[in-house]
């Protein structure tokens, strides 16, 4: 398997791709707007006008788009990926969305006999030029072993879970998770803020006890550096809350800590800092605190 | 400074007088229940009948006791610790309580001409036993200086965080962190296990993804073997979660979640749980959506 | 306007139709159980077998069903209403449904020259039986002027809120307040007994007082008589919840009480009591309390 | 019974003591600022210039005082009612207190031979200036039986509801409800406004269905106002929230809704409306949304 599609070059996919070149694949890349295949081009890739043309002589069609509604256009829609595929080739979404996107994508696939993986990743901007991106996967086992070599050069850890859609469910749970910490922390650097406490002596705690976190380390020293700039932003933590809180609605699965962070993040992009990073959510705990942290 | 007063002798206190012993102090224990006393004097410790005279020769006046009750009777009641101090000695308060508690003690203590620090610990009954405690003090700095040897053995860091009451707040502010984590780890279990996901899969992905803590790796683990044999008791992280929210009104400050998670506390409470692991509050969670993790 | 279609028969829909024969309308009733149609052939209804012939005479066309996928079978569906519609007439759905629903259908409509209405309806079976419903109205002014008299023998009150959407928007606005009302009640029900007050006692106190609601009359005494038959099933409640959480979600809007209230209500229902009563949410606090309110 | 000393006569009390007057009591008053007892006197009250003189005649003793702190200052202070009570006395406490309070006082007045009812009451300026409240009664049957008379000129409802601490208990409970009803309307009212309904159609809506509530009518009408002049201040809410919180802590139940309208109450006090209405917590609400409810 040496042929890749790679469609959608936004933060995270443009790394991916490189990576791929760099790990020796024969990659086409893709994306809507074609300026951004420059640089990968530069690097080896080849270019394709549509999703359609790009996946034409690949073996693997890779691609982490922005949302639901983005892979329902690449996959879909017009010269989309689906108006051009063939039997034995591999769709594989990266992107984080709903377990039924999945679980579409999947059947939609079946019927043209492509076989098909969910397979998101943890990690952002940093993670994915790295390689070090933490990729959980579903679909048929015997698939992912075929692909695995594809995925390692992007990765740090694989981890596969189960049929199709068992990827997409463990990143939202997981995302859900990672909100849920950032609104500990928010809320505990608010109250220690009020208690009179200096913000990085208690990063500095945060650091080493029994339920430190990489999350506490580096939210936290954005935080105190009153420095926002998105590698998560914070609209794609809202986008992710609501695609939790429906998954969370078709299992009926009681989540009320996860239901009231998604109020926060609301409430923070109200603000006008859904561009910001996903740490801003903690300015719509300080503007409830009437407090700054610093 | 060689001759310490512990007072406690219960989980932590055993072993934190202990690990005083073997760093070569001369330490003179008491406990409500005399018969705790007894491995401790095998290993060295001279007894005393009550607190007051326990102190009488003591150079610092260690205690890490249940709660504020247990505090206001062995500092402040009948032969507590105040009816026998003397100018020049040190009190050292490790026990997790309300900050006010911790100034009440500092100005009694300061009429006497006793200096006082506040010196919560994070950390429960393995660390204690292996002085690898996270302690955050609060008081005069110099007097910190002075005792710090004593805290050296007991710890694998120490904080010092500014005047009295600064250890307490960081050590309630810390605790309900740990706390949401708990809920959010348990969210997450319940929703995966909703999700036909493997417990055990989602474990290892929390143990390498970049929002990982210790506390996914030890109450996950706990939670999947169905093992919740207290090493910090849910009613504890009750009493804690009421003293947080107590700290969070006299500040005025919100906490959305820090609430919700004290609503399922008291539930898993009330559910007869409250001997068994903090962990067991994922019990609630798994009430309410009507499925067990595993 | 004369000739009705009034399509589904259910616990509101078979007493609007009756209330629109009592008034001398022309009713053609349609139902996918037609065994439900008898009772009001009886009281002169026509029977149709399909929406689409059920609407082929009707000056205005009549429906009040479960939910947006019972609407999208009935309108957009096979036979459905809008196969066989004609310029002139109008539709006047009366389900609660997603506002983007309404809008939904009242594109379809346009294209074929029909009006529509979205006219959402409070109250449940006894209010629909005595004609008391109280409907909000959303879509043209004018088109609301001409069905008015069609609305009139099946309300007390109708309210006309804008254009369309304005009636479903409403409708799920009302519906918010009602489950947090309930618990509301819950949670006061549970915290009296607690406290040792008399359930009884405490609702007649909750009669009189400048805070008081039908609400608390109706699901107290319900509740203390430990009667759950459902006038609207807890599942409907459920429903709504999501309808309120998605129209919150489109908005932006923040609405921590009503987001918690959800969890609860998901609670309920995974207890296994979603056929009972909107009330039995408050066994889900009684089960979170380990107590029961008698 | 004829003889009554009156203490404190802030908004509620002043209103109180002159209805009591008005029904021909001989009333001895007592404020900590004497020149509120000032318009008293002139309707022929007797002025006192502590408490302990203030009640040395007296049969019935009442009071309606701000908080649990101005009732350990008037009862147990100095030169307070417990320095010169006597024999067959009845100590009457209207205040919003925590049952405990409660509690503590009939002991205390238990040991000087006096009865004590707490008696708090639902009803803000109004009611109290109209004799309209809602009074809700702990305590010995017989003694509540002594002094209705005294309670019926200034009430429109009395409900017994069980020995000492009852009445307090059942006032925390429904304030609970209160809280939570204002934040329904202000989630409410605050989602219509991003919807594009009219508020002030909302409020009519409100105002017939059956869930109507006089507090949707009243703090609506103000809210779409926008006026906030207090007849019961958001501070005095938070108090009460607070209260509420420390009361359902004590039973150890869950009250999640409370628990999040207690935090929505301190971002609203955080902004510096705390002398405002209490329906200002609304206004938390749209600084969330960020949105004017008009």
Known sequence: MKRIAYLGLGIMGSRMAANLLKAGYDVTVWNRNPESCKPLVEQGATQAQTPAKAVENAEAIVYCLA??????EVVFGQDGILSNVRSGQIGIDMSTVHPDTSRRQAAAYAEKQVEFLDAPVFGSKNESAAGGLWIVVGGKRDVFEQVKPILEPLSETIHYLGDTGKGTSMKLIGNSIVATQIQAL???????TKAGLNPKDVLDVLHVVDFRSPIFDGMGKML??????????????LKDANLIARFAQDLNSPTPAAAIVRETIKAAVNQGWGEENASALIKALELEAAVTVQ
Chains 1, 2, 3, 4 share one sequence.
């Open 67 to 72: 949302n639901d509604n983005a892979v329902e």
């Open 186 to 192: 928010g809320e505990a650097m608010v109250l220690a």
């Open 224 to 237: 105190v550096e009153r420095n926002f700039t998105p590698s998560f932003a914070l609209k794609h933590m």
